[in-house]
C-alpha cells in the first residue's frame, strides 16, 4: 500500500507530502526551470519508525527537495495525469525494470530489488498529463509508501537496509535502516509477585522502542520503586534511587501523548514537570483510574490480569515514610520480555486501597493533581 496525498498512480494513492512544491502540467505554463542539480537536488528517505512489529505496515517515505535558488525540473519517463494532484511519481522511487533504485537489504544478506505497483493500471481517463517535475526553490515533494505491500518478507525479524538511489544514481544514495521484532510483553519481576504489560508498540512507537533497549540490556535489573502512593502510583526505574536520575547516556525522548485513558495497571513513562519531552528510564504504574493524567504523559502499556492487579495491590501495602519511599527496598529483580499471546486477560479491579493525594516531586507534596516527575 502506498500512501500519499492527493494523487493516484498505478493503482497505489498518492497525497502531497509536508511543504511540498508545485507541480506543472502540460495545459499550464511552467516558469523558466534549470536541469537537476546534484548540488541542489537532495533526496531523503525516512523509516516511520526505528522498530516495527512481525505484523502491520513499515512504512517509509522518500522526498526530493530542491535546496537550491532555481525551479528545478525532473522529466518523466512515464507521463502522468495531472488531475491525480501533487506527489513524488512511484517511477522516481522504484525506477524502471531495467534500473532499480530501490534495494533492502536484511540482516547481512545481499540487497534485493524492490518494484513497485505496475505502471499503466489506472482506469481513469487520460486527460492533460504531466511530463516533468518542476521544484520551486526551497521546494519538496514526498510519496509513504507501505514496504510490506511491496516486499512481503519484509515481517521477517531482523534488522534491515534500505538504499535509493533516484535519477539511476545522480543525487547519490540514501539510506535508512528499521528493524523488526515480534510483539513483547514485559513483565516486571518483583519480591512480591509478577506484572505483565501489555505494551503499546502503535501508540508510543519511540517511548516503548527506549523501554524495550532498557529492558534488553539489563537496565532495570536490581533497580528500585521509589515511591509508593497508595490509590495513586508506584515509580521506579531510577538509577539513583530517588527520582533524580536519568539514562547513563543521557537520552531522552519525545512524548507521544494519545487520548489512552490512565487506568489501574496503566505504565506511563515519567518526566520533568517543566518539559513533556524529557523521558529517560524512570516510569510509574497507576494503582486506580486516574482520569487527570488522560493526555498528560506518555501511555506505553498496562496490566490487567489477575496476578499482576494482585501483585500491584502487595506492592500499594507496603509500609512508607512521608515522603512516600518504602521503609525497605521494593527491588525491581528484572524486566523479562516475552512474546505475545494472543488471548489477553480481562481487565480486573483492585480493591481495599487507600487513596493519597498525587505528589510532583520525589520528596514534597504538590497540588494538581500532577503525577510523579523526573527532574
Known sequence: MVRVFALQAGTARIAAWWGLCALASAAIAAPPAAEPREDALQAEVFAEKTLFTTVGPVRLRF????????????????????????AL???LVFGSPGQRCLTVAFQDEEPVEVSGPRAGDSTESAGSEVQELHLAPHGSVGVEIDLRACLPQSRYPGTYRVEWRPLAGRLGTVRAEFRVEPRKDAIIV????????????DQ???????????????FYNGKTFHRVIPGFVLQGGCPKGDGTGVRPDGKTVPAELRDVPVDLGTLLMAHKPSDVNSA?????????????????YTVIGQASDEESLRTLQQLAGVPTDKRDRPL???????????????????????????????????????????APATP
Open 63 to 86: 522526498a526530493l527537495r530542491n535546496t537550491g535558488e532555481e525551479t528545478l525540473t525532473v522529466p518523466l519517463h512515464n507521463p502522468l495525469p495531472a488531475a491525480r494532484g501533487v
Open 89 to 91: 511519481p512511484l517511477e
Open 190 to 201: 518483583t519480591d512480591y509477585g509478577k506484572i505483565t504489560f501489555s505494551l503499546y508498540y
Open 204 to 218: 508510543a512507537p519511540r517511548n516503548v522502542e527506549n523501554f524495550l533497549e532498557l529492558a534488553n540490556t539489563g
Open 280 to 296: 529517560s528510564c524512570q516510569f510509574f504504574i497507576t494503582l486506580a483510574r486516574q482520569p487527570e493524567l488522560d493526555g498528560q
Open 328 to 370: 525497605t527496598p521494593l527491588y525491581i529483580r528484572s524486566i523479562s520480555l516475552v512474546d505475545v499471546e494472543e488471548n489477553l486477560p480481562r481487565h480486573l479491579e483492585l480493591r481495599g486501597s487507600r487513596v493519597s493525594k498525587p505528589t510532583t516531586g520525589s520528596a514534597a507534596p504538590a497540588t494538581g493533581g500532577q
